[in-house]
Antibody, heavy 117, light 104 residues
Framework: VQLVESGGGLVQPGGSLRLSCAASGFTFSDFWMGWVRQAPGKGLEWVANIKKDESEKYHLDSVKGRFVISRDNAKNSLFLQMDSLRVEDTAVYYC???????????WGQGTVVSVSS | DIEMTQSPATLSVSPGESATLSCRASQSVGTMLAWYQQKLGQAPRLLIYGAATRVTGMPVRFSGSGSEIDFTLTISSLQSEDFAVYYCQQYKDWPTFGQGTKVE
């Protein structure tokens, strides 16, 4: 199992970023997927997860209306569209394989998102 | 959201000793509790789920116990590679993590 994130970077408050996660080594369409973040020197925060067929999506309250999780099963890819970014969204964002109940056995290496003026 | 509180914040132990880490939920989560280990600069690694079930391949020196509100992760005979930060996570409701216990 391999999860490789990309798309992080430095953005000004109010800006947008789209994170991607390329999955391999398993049947992507058989699993829920999610994003977990970790602010610098802080703990972990589950941001969003999405059902196998995209029929259900859930987001952390503080990102609702600003972030949207999506997936492309044909391309074995997971995405996180992040709009109206805030300084407090600064974190390492990890792509995770969600074992169906928000438990993550497999994690990517993370991509860094920095929101600063 | 269910709040998870871990104690102590830091645990100082010597190799070969045992470590007992605690996690308390603000309301009952049954046994929907997981433990992760995170080493500096690395992604977290799942150790235990269902409060007491070890992930395949995890050393038996890691054991979890508890239910409802109070949970414990015990690491018996600490090895050098066990020095890390440990997080508990509930998944009864929207998943939330504790603030971590650093084992040094």
């Amino acid at each position: 199992v391999q999860l490789v994130e990309s798309g992080g970077g430095l953005v000004q408050p109010g800006g947008s970023l789209r994170l991607s996660c390329a999955a391999s080594g398993f049947t992507f369409s058989d699993f829920w997927m999610g994003w977990v973040r970790q602010a610098p020197g802080k703990g972990l925060e589950w941001v969003a997860n999405i059902k196998k067929d995209e029929s259900e999506k859930y987001h952390l309250d503080s990102v609702k209306g600003r972030f949207v999780i999506s997936r492309d099963n044909a391309k074995n890819s997971l995405f996180l569209q992040m709009d109206s970014l805030r300084v407090e969204d600064t974190a390492v964002y990890y792509c995770v394989r969600d074992e169906g109940f928000a438990v993550a056995i497999y994690w990517g290496q993370g991509t860094v998102v920095s929101v600063s003026s | 959201d269910i709040e998870m509180t871990q104690s102590p914040a830091t645990l100082s132990v010597s190799p070969g000793e045992s470590a007992t880490l605690s996690c308390r939920a603000s309301q009952s989560v049954g046994t929907m509790l997981a433990w992760y280990q995170q080493k500096l600069g690395q992604a977290p690694r799942l150790l235990i789920y269902g409060a007491a079930t070890r992930v395949t391949g995890m050393p038996v020196r890691f054991s979890g116990s508890g239910s409802e509100i109070d949970f414990t992760l015990t690491i018996s005979s600490l090895q050098s590679e066990d020095f890390a930060v440990y997080y508990c996570q509930q998944y009864k409701d929207w998943p939330t993590f504790g603030q971590g216990t650093k084992v040094e």
